[in-house]
């Protein structure tokens, strides 16, 4: 079996080539989607949903620090029950790799996986200032990594985009890096790139008992309070909503407050919801909001991240988009 980890900070594109995968090679292989998300309500998962896969989620944490016992369950029982052909894992945006490479390479699953791809996605237009903020981070996640995907080069000019290509090959200079765009790739370049041997030795199979990294430094236990809080200090507030009916622009407005300081730090946020008689699926990710169409889903809901957020201040403001509100 093969295991590709694609993993990347908050909004910087990895649902979006997950999507595209499963496009090019869903009806061709048997591909189990195992989705992580911070906090209790899961907006991803919705989002893959009938795309010749099998989708499963694991949200209310991270799969490398609260719910490692609960992730190597999962793929256990993955592997004996749907035997699939490759597994696609999406960890939350604020995932430490090294822990999630760590609980994959246990001896428990040396018989099963024949390769592993940490695939990369980075945000072209929020690469530096991440860096800047969590220099260990974007290191470990860049050290980590086979193939990087330089995403969102549309919204940067190309002088820029070939100066963060070379700025993470000095990082990896083993890793191949792609610039593209809505996670769109040359399909024939990136087989190329995987069936690439890296340089570095084989991995070697860990007994089941440890899950520690000489490269990662020992994060802080997570706090777990009302919502979800991560080691880098992220909390998640997570709504859900049956049989409501929602004013577009009223969201698409909310949506532009919620970078205003009386919402809190909000770096990522991300909706379904029904409008009218559409659904759509209306996002916040480095700055920018988009909003698109989506497949009818079973309730309207969204999830939240960032630091010190408002749950009453947040709860109310989705209340009053309700179509017919005030």
């Given at each position: ?152 080069c549309d919204k940067v000019d190309q002088k820029r985009a070939v100066l963060l290509r070379d700025a993470i090959s000095a990082i990896n200079p083993d890793a191949t890096v792609l610039l ?5 790739v040359d399909w024939a370049q990136y087989q190329l790139a995987m069936a690439t041997p890296p340089s570095s030795p084989p991995r070697q199979f860990l007994p089941a008992g440890h899950l ?111 179509s017919g509100g005030s």
């Amino acid at each position: 079996m093969i295991v590709d980890v694609i993993y990347g900070f908050l909004g910087s594109g990895k649902t979006t080539f997950i999507s595209r995968i499963l496009k090019e090679w869903g009806g061709k292989e048997k591909i189990v989607v195992l989705v992580n998300e911070f906090g209790d309500v899961g907006i991803d998962g919705t989002l893959l949903q009938g795309q010749n896969s099998k989708i499963i989620e694991m949200p209310s944490g991270c799969i490398c620090c609260t719910l490692q016992s609960d992730f190597k369950t999962q793929m256990l029982d993955i592997l004996q029950t749907i035997h699939p052909e490759r597994l696609i894992i999406e960890p939350t945006g604020v995932a430490t790799i090294g822990q999630i490479r760590a609980i994959i390479e246990l001896q428990i699953f040396e018989d099963v996986i024949d390769t592993i791809n940490n695939i990369l996605i980075a945000d072209a237009t929020g690469f530096m200032a991440l860096y800047k903020a969590n220099r260990y981070f974007v290191e470990s996640q860049v050290l980590n990594a086979r193939l990087i995907l330089l995403n969102k080069c549309d919204k940067v000019d190309q002088k820029r985009a070939v100066l963060l290509r070379d700025a993470i090959s000095a990082i990896n200079p083993d890793a191949t890096v792609l610039l593209t765009e809505y996670g769109g790739v040359d399909w024939a370049q990136y087989q190329l790139a995987m069936a690439t041997p890296p340089s570095s030795p084989p991995r070697q199979f860990l007994p089941a008992g440890h899950l520690h990294l000489e490269e990662e430094q020992p994060a802080e236990k997570p706090i777990r309070l009302q919502n979800e809080q991560d080691a880098l200090g992220y909390e998640s507030i997570g709504l859900t909503f049956d049989n409501l009916h929602f004013s577009q622009p009223m969201l698409e407005n909310l949506f532009s407050q919620l970078q205003s300081s009386a919402m809190g730090t909000v770096v990522r946020a991300k909706g379904i919801f029904r409008v009218g008689r559409k659904w759509i699926l209306l996002e916040l990710a480095s700055g920018e909001i988009s909003t698109q169409p989506v497949r009818e889903a079973e309730q309207s809901k969204v999830s939240i991240i960032g630091k010190g957020l408002n749950r009453k201040a947040i709860g109310a403001a989705f209340e009053r988009c309700v179509s017919g509100g005030s």
